[in-house]
């Protein structure tokens, strides 16, 4: 912890409060003003993405559950084999099928309707963070939902709950702490790439990740792109913090 940690947590506060000459400062912080916007578009376009991976992640998270032994084992490795490849190809596999001479556009093409501008927008940003990151969503929401003990749900039955009382009174609740963990486990990473919106967005999609990139690649400002990175790196911690109020031991009831 200290050596992978802690160390280096602290090398970026030193580099945040000292200008070039190592000289303490606050300049750093003032100048983060000048890329608010691209702030406030990266949390937009993560909301946006992890949202659209919970939509899509819980169903199919739910009917994996509730299949047998065997069909589980089957759809979970289906699930984790894009993983196996390397984050780069499955990006540039999105550009090859969205760009103007793509898959899709030359099928288009072909039967009339014309070629579309499915590329370099936002839309194939949050594209291309949904494909990548919704395996993160879709595991943590099977094990929760694999956990519920059955008895509840039968409880709720006897009850004379109906199948829609039943999912938004015992098993959406009592699945909450893979509902959280799913949210965190996509928006912290999807806040801060870089590599997706360079390939599949534009100008107007740069993500604070790009930011934080060209300022040790292109400009080389050390100083403000970890002053971009504790920013961000606080981000996230507030949404780690908010993922454990909301996540409780299996002892303690869930998050019932």
Known sequence: MLLFTIVPLGIVVVYTFTDASGAFTFGNLASILDYAPIFF????????????????GYPVAYTIANCKPKTQRMLQMLIMLPMCLSFLLRTLA????????????????????????????????????????????????YT?????????????????????????????????????SGITMVFVPAVSTFYISQKLGSTGSVMVGDIIE???????????????????????????????????????????
């Not at 990266?42 to 899509?56: E, G």
């Not at 999105?94 to 039967?111: K, Q, R």
């Not at 291309?128 to 943590?140: A, E």
């Open 144 to 180: 929760s939902i694999s956990k519920i003990d059955k008895r509840y749900i039968e409880a709720g039955q006897d009850l004379g709950c109906s199948k829609r009382q039943i999912f938004t009174r015992v098993i959406f609740p009592l699945s909450l702490p893979g509902v959280t």
């Open 94 to 141: 999105w550009v090859a099928i969205l760009e103007d001479t793509g898959i899709i556009n030359n099928f288009l093409a072909s039967i009339g309707i014309g070629r579309l501008s499915l590329i370099r927008n936002s839309g194939s940003v949050i594209l291309g963070m949904v494909y990548n990151y919704l395996p993160y969503m879709i595991l943590p929401l």
């Open 41 to 56: 578009r990266s949390i937009w376009l993560s909301v946006a993405a992890t949202l659209i991976c919970l939509i899509i």
């Open 214 to 256: 060209s300022q040790f690649k292109n400009s080389y400002n050390p100083n403000l792109g970890a002053a971009m990175a504790l920013l961000l790196m606080i981000l996230i911690f507030i949404c780690m913090g908010i993922s454990n109020h909301f996540t409780r031991d299996d002892d303690e009831g869930g998050a019932v």
